[in-house]
C-alpha cells in the first residue's frame, strides 16, 4: 500500500487495494457482534477466519483489513 496507490488510506481504500490483488473480506453481524472472513480469489482460498466477535464493526474491519495485508505481504510475488 505505497504513494502509487490510487485508493486513500482508509478502511474503504485499504478493502479496495485488496480487491485488486484478488483478495477480499467478507463482514458479519452475529449475536455477540461483528466477524470475518478474508478470501483469495486467486487461489479460492478462505485463508483467514476469525471465531472472535467484535463488538464494533470499526474494530472487525480494522483487524480483518491487518489480516489480510499480512497475508498480502507474505505473497510478495502479488505486491
Given at each position: 500500500f505505497n504513494?502509487?496507490?490510487?485508493?486513500?488510506?482508509?478502511?474503504?481504500?485499504?478493502?479496495?487495494?485488496l480487491e485488486l490483488k484478488n483478495i477480499k473480506i467478507r463482514h458479519?453481524?452475529?449475536d455477540d457482534g461483528w466477524v470475518y472472513v478474508g478470501i483469495?480469489?486467486?487461489?479460492?482460498d478462505d485463508f483467514t477466519?476469525?471465531?472472535n466477535c467484535y463488538k464494533t464493526?470499526?474494530?472487525c474491519v480494522d483487524t480483518s483489513i491487518?489480516?489480510?495485508?499480512?497475508y498480502l505481504?507474505?505473497?510478495?510475488s502479488r505486491i
Open positions: 504513494d502509487d496507490n490510487p485508493y486513500p488510506k482508509t478502511q474503504f481504500g485499504m478493502i479496495n487495494f458479519y453481524k452475529e483469495d480469489f486467486t487461489d479460492d477466519q476469525d471465531y464493526f470499526d474494530e491487518i489480516e489480510c495485508m499480512c505481504a507474505n505473497s510478495k
